[in-house]
């Protein structure tokens, strides 16, 4: 059973892991961001996110005991003390996502993980789609693996990352956040394949533009259902694409050939997501071109065609989010922007010539205050390194 850190226990920890010492481990796991190919992990496609310059911290300290741990978040001031071999139930808040880590962490290497001290401090926004949990769960697992010598290699961390956030968000996420948050590099985005786990480092200077997200500051609830919904509409289109046409193994590989011979057994729901995992394939192919190409207007096109398909062909857009859109569509100063992440609610991302960025921020908020009585939040962000020692 957890119990919650009176005061002073607070205190002490805070105290003793704030100094630099050479025990206390420090920790920087960065959120992530998805210039194109959204939801298309989980469909064998080829992504294009990036690691960002907003993380959440974390020191830790062995505190001698054979299986106690304190952890504390500075950011909600709050913090428990737990018996690492007993698992919290999900649901629990982000301590439940911390114990996920610890469980898969004791199956793999069992009894290696002993009592430890941890603080955290997040910089990152929660909620707001760039993915603060992969990043809490990946610095966790990237850190109690240095911190006890566990060596276990970055694709497992990666997989066990994304198993703690399945169970303990109740989404059958991809593999896209865990691995951005791990494998980032600076200025680069990470062409991933996500069936082979394999991945290029594209160039991401994109001056004079830099990317700028606008967070909608909601977050609707649909989010969790309508996401496994989506997922299992995907798998049911491959059964019945691949009955027909052995050779497409994953849904990314249909054509639209396939799609419209099939589409009255696809009925209209089915069609319309394949359809969309198709194009956006074929957007993330045109995307590293043109970044190849410093062809930033057509960068911009397909950030504007993938919010299209986002919103009328898979679905899982939300009015803030269109509005925000359809609102940098129609303004000079904006090359181009969508929904970026699982959707319903979070950030849009936004391709924006940086001499232009004051400006449109203040007259974007306006417009979206005016609309829905809601303060845009804007987070300028930069690519940056995966989970890093500091
Ligand atoms: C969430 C999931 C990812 C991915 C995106 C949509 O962020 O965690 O795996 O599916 O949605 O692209």
New binding site residues.
């Given amino acids: 059973m957890k119990t919650k850190l009176d005061a002073l226990a607070y205190g002490k920890i805070v105290n003793s892991l704030g100094e630099t010492s050479e025990d206390v481990l420090q920790i920087a796991a960065p959120g992530r961001i998805?210039l194109i190919g959204?939801?298309?992990?989980?469909n064998g496609g080829n992504?294009l996110p990036a690691a960002i310059d907003k993380c959440i911290y974390f020191s830790f300290k062995k505190n001698g005991t054979e299986s106690n741990a304190n952890v504390l978040t500075t950011n909600f001031k709050e913090g428990f003390s737990f018996d690492i071999n007993v698992a919290e139930k999900p649901g629990d808040g982000w301590l439940s996502y911390l114990s996920g880590v610890l469980s898969e962490l004791s199956q793999l290497r069992p009894g290696k993980v002993t009592g430890f001290d941890c603080m955290l401090n997040s910089k990152l926004p929660i909620g707001s789609?760039i993915?603060s949990s992969?990043a809490l769960l990946c610095g966790f697992a990237k850190g109690l693996n240095e911190l006890f010598n566990l060596e276990i290699d970055d694709i497992t961390i990666i997989k066990l990352c994304q198993n703690a956030?399945r169970i303990f968000s109740g989404?059958n996420?991809?593999?896209?956040?865990q691995f951005a948050v791990v494998k980032g590099e600076k200025d680069h985005f990470i062409l991933l394949d996500c069936e082979a786990l394999t991945y290029e480092t594209i160039p991401a200077a994109m001056d004079p533009n830099m990317l700028l997200l606008l967070n909608t500051n909601v977050s609707h609830n649909l989010a969790d259902s309508a996401?496994n919904e989506r997922r299992s509409q995907c798998e049911s289109s491959l059964e019945i694409i691949s009955a027909k046409y052995p050779e497409v193994k994953t849904l990314v590989e249909a054509t639209q050939e396939m799609i419209d011979d099939l589409a009255e057994e696809l009925g209209e729901d089915r069609v319309k997501r394949a359809t969309f995992v198709a194009a956006e394939q074929k957007r993330v192919e045109a995307t590293v071109k043109a970044l190849k190409n410093n062809d930033f207007e057509q960068v911009g096109e397909l950030l504007n065609a993938s919010h299209d398909g986002l919103q009328n062909l898979y679905e899982v857009s939300c009015p803030e989010l269109d509005f925000l859109a359809a609102y940098a569509k129609n303004d000079d100063r904006v090359l181009g922007a969508r929904m970026m992440?699982?959707g319903f609610g979070g950030c849009t991302i936004n391709l924006i010539d940086e001499k232009n960025v004051d400006s449109f921020i203040e007259d974007a908020s306006k417009a979206y205050k005016e609309a829905y009585n809601i303060d845009l939040s804007p987070i300028p962000v930069k690519t940056n390194n995966g989970v890093s020692k500091l």
């Fill in positions: 998805n959204e939801h298309i992990d989980y992504v789609g993915s992969a956030e989404a996420v991809g593999v896209m956040d996401y992440g699982g």
